[in-house]
């Protein structure tokens, strides 16, 4: 399904086009066209099962899609994609399985892949310590005397765990930040304080795609919309096109009938 | 847990005994071993000799057990390191035999190391075949290829031919044995590499958990692989170091490390599980597993009773710090 860019003249941050992915027998994406634009707020939406993580996990490099699908990354053709390539270029993810080493301290998750050294290139221990407590307080709001960047993350609970995932991939002054599913399994404060996180990306000019199950979490925040079903694109909306009511009512329509209209 | 907040809101640090506590109790092991034997054998164990001799024989195994510690906590395992000492160690002597000096043989032997270490990292990390087996086959590949090309015989190697090789592996320095000299240097390095480089970082991040390591950009199959070159490299070392102990290189070279220097990583308190583990316990356990052999002989006790000291130890040791490891986490004895 192609279509006319939303922003004509403008070039998006990622763009996907003609992307498919198929793991052994299973296409777990066909023909996907996607762009991100500069300072917009995507959201994905689709049923389990839809696509939705092997989408988000292309956009990071982490698989490489099927032959002849692309890659662009400001306009740019980008053959080698890797997840590294991609963080090196501004792209953040906070992955639904939050992607991090429990049995180590805070810190080196926080830096994981990133570490920080020294002049003479050997690991600065001391500022990803202090940096972590910084941000620990500054940005995830720590009061906790269980929590010291010392602590491995083992000991954490789940929503003091999404916090350092999503502390990690703001501090990096990401111009992209993708957010797999990010109020899953957390409480009702956590939540508000996650959606205020995604908010804020867009404010700080810069774009994001936002995963979430919850429609009433997703639409509040995003600037248009995907649906995905069954590895494909069934609709993009702008959110001035569809109220929330119509989005719902073509969201039952799609998971049964596999089309929108 | 009942800890009341501190009252300026400062965050509290892991306890002390939480961060070091294996590595505390291993060196309590040793110090109270080391009791024992003085003890039991006060002549023997206050004289400087007995020093002098298991200071020599143990960084033999001890420096390939820092080296595999790397591997260790990447959640591997290598089994085929004593074969990769023979061979290096052969490519050394066939290199000095046909006349080439010996530091060129020296870097010959460490580069077969590398290139055993390279293509056992590429068969688990690239093609993911479980280590434990596929380090088993690599061990029977070295050998084999050691003993057929050194057709199964053995080179000398003394002081009056190799004096050079002598002074770097042999000798004594300040009274030091110069093999402990090696193993005090090769601990500060595997241990600036482990804790302050970030491959040592990556090491950790791999071995906890390595789906997460790759979803944050951390090429899982270079690190792997450079930890078993690093055993490798360190590995044809050793086999050198054990050689010139010896005045001679054994095709046999490597037979009876094996169990020695793995126990030493587990004894060290480095997790079989991955993602934890430290040099330092590595280098203290390999001096209680040298001194269980040196102690037994000399504090009297029949030779037949190594083994089962050594088993006692070990086992207790290892029981000790799982049980310690797990209180300290709050858990019950049994983990579940």
């Known amino acids: 399904m192609a279509e006319a860019s939303p922003r004509p003249g403008e070039t998006p941050v990622i763009e996907l086009r003609n992307v498919s992915k198929t793991f052994g027998e299973v296409r777990s994406l066909s023909d996907i066209n996607f762009a991100v634009y500069p300072g917009e707020i995507v959201g994905l939406l689709g049923d389990n099962g839809a696509g939705k993580s092997t989408l988000v996990k292309t956009v990071m490099g982490f698989h490489k899609p099927d032959a002849g699908g692309d890659v662009f990354f400001k306009g740019e053709k980008i053959d080698d994609w890797s997840v590294a390539r991609a963080r090196g270029l501004g792209i953040e993810t906070v992955y639904q399985e939050r992607a991090l080493c429990e049995k180590q301290p805070i810190w080196r998750n926080m830096f994981m892949g990133r570490e920080p050294r020294t002049a003479w290139g050997l690991l600065d221990v001391k500022k990803m310590r202090e940096e972590s407590a910084r941000l620990m307080s500054e940005h995830m709001g720590f009061t906790s005397a269980a929590v010291h960047p010392d602590n491995v993350v083992t000991t954490m609970s789940g929503g003091e765990k999404q916090g350092v995932a999503i502390t990690r991939a703001l501090y990096f002054d990401a111009q992209l930040v993708i957010l797999d599913e990010p109020t899953m399994g957390l409480s009702l404060t956590e939540t508000k304080k996650t959606l205020d996180f995604v908010s804020n990306i867009k404010k700080a000019g810069k774009s994001a795609i936002f995963i979430d199950h919850n429609i009433f979490h997703v639409y509040p925040v995003v600037d248009r919309l995907y649906v995905l079903d069954r590895g494909k694109v069934a609709g993009v909306y702008d959110k001035s096109e569809i109220s929330m009511e119509e989005l719902i009512d073509r969201l039952y329509r799609v998971a049964r009938t596999g089309t929108l209209e | ?336």
């Open chain 2, 1 to 336: 847990m009942s800890d009341a907040k501190p009252k300026n809101n400062r965050v509290a640090p892991p306890s002390f005994l939480r961060r070091y506590g294996s590595q505390l109790g291993i060196i309590g092991v040793g110090l109270v071993m080391w009791l024992g034997f003085v003890i039991a054998a006060p002549t023997v164990f206050m004289n400087t000799f007995i020093y002098v001799a298991f200071a020599q024989t143990t960084p033999q195994f001890g420096i390939i057990a820092l080296a595999l510690t790397f591997v260790v906590i990447t959640g591997e395992i290598d089994l085929s390191f004593p074969s990769i000492m023979a061979l290096g160690t052969a490519i050394f002597c066939l290199a000095v035999t046909h006349g080439l000096a010996w530091p060129f043989a020296l870097v010959l032997g460490l580069l077969t190391g590398a290139a055993c270490g390279w293509v056992n990292g590429i068969l688990v990390s690239w093609l993911n075949i479980p280590s434990l087996v596929i380090t088993i086959g690599t061990s029977f590949l070295f050998r084999g290829l050691e003993l057929v090309i050194m057709n199964g015989t053995g080179v000398p190697l003394t002081a009056e031919m190799y004096p050079g090789l002598h002074a770097l592996l042999r000798e004594s320095y300040f009274g030091v044995p110069v093999q402990t000299l090696w193993m005090l240097a090769l601990l500060g390095v595997t241990w600036l590499l482990l804790n302050r480089t970030r491959f040592g970082a990556h090491v950790f991040l791999v071995g906890d958990n390595p789906t997460s390591a790759r979803l944050m950009g951390i090429d899982a199959v270079s690190v792997k692989t450079r930890a078993f070159m690093l055993t490798g490299v360190i590995g044809v070392f050793a086999g050198l170091m054990t050689s010139v102990y010896g005045y001679y290189f054994w095709p046999t070279t490597g037979d009876g490390f094996l169990l020695n220097t793995i126990a030493s990583v587990f004894l060290g308190g480095t997790s079989v599980f991955g993602g934890t583990g430290s040099v330092i316990g590595s280098f203290v356990a390999s001096y209680i597993i040298g001194a269980i052999n040196a102690g037994i002989v000399s504090a009297g006790i029949n030779a037949f009773y190594t083994q089962l000291c050594f088993g006692l130890v070990i086992v207790i040791s290892v029981v000790l710090q799982t049980i310690i490891d797990r209180k300290i986490r709050r858990q019950s004895i049994t983990g579940r």
